[in-house]
């Protein structure tokens, strides 16, 4: 992956907490059911106060999914997106995918474990699509204005085609991940980012 800031402390303290939360209340509502765990119980695992755990998460819908916070998600994409070379859109927005996304892809065991409850659970489902809809719809507005701000022509339709990268570089993303954990989850993540960047790159020619 492109070169970027090492984390402060502060931050990777942020990440180990939410990690845990996260951890916690996957655990928790697996063993006790979604209507049986509580606030107060994923908080207890996780080692935190209720009001931290607000800090984090405004419901443990939220905790389970690992839902982002959109306004730190818009940040990133925004400064991910602007930040791409002229012709390496596509390095870009797979490089934002797997820093709002990076810390989670090591954890298969919790990954597994959250599928097999949005499976069990319609409700976590809506809601998980829902956040994906607004990632994707976030990363799609970020590719117009970084189209807009280009000096070439652009397509006749570039919210079209923003959405078709957007939809292309995610298939590529979680082709890439599901091969890493066919394959024991023992490489490291760049060559996951470089996966994606290829296959998203080989669908796009083939389509020409």
Request: with cysteine; net charge negative; hydrophobic share 45%.
């Amino acid at each position: 992956m492109p070169d970027t800031p090492a984390l402060g402390l502060r931050d990777r303290k942020r990440i180990e907490t939410r990690l845990r939360i996260e951890t916690a209340a996957v655990d928790i509502v697996t063993a006790e059911g979604l209507d049986g765990a509580t606030v107060d119980m994923i908080s207890d695992r996780a080692g935190i106060s209720p009001r931290t755990f607000f800090n984090y998460f405004d419901s443990k819908e939220d905790a389970i999914l690992g839902t982002q916070d959109m306004g730190e998600v818009q940040r990133a994409i925004a400064a991910g997106v602007a930040s791409a070379e002229t012709d390496d859109l596509v390095a870009a927005i797979v490089s934002t995918m797997f820093q709002i996304f990076g810390p989670m892809a090591a954890r298969t065991q919790l990954k597994a474990q959250r599928m097999a409850l949005v499976q069990e659970h319609p409700r976590l489902l809506s809601r998980q699509i829902h956040q994906f809809t607004q990632l994707n719809s976030t990363m799609a507005a970020a590719v117009v204005e970084f189209l807009n701000k280009r000096e070439t022509t652009l397509p006749r339709d570039p919210e079209y085609v923003a959405e078709i990268a957007v939809a292309t570089c995610v298939a590529s993303v979680r082709i890439a991940v599901k091969e890493w954990i066919a394959a024991g989850a023992t490489a490291d993540i760049d060559s996951m980012y470089l996966r994606s960047i290829g296959l998203t790159r080989e669908t796009l020619n083939t389509l020409q």
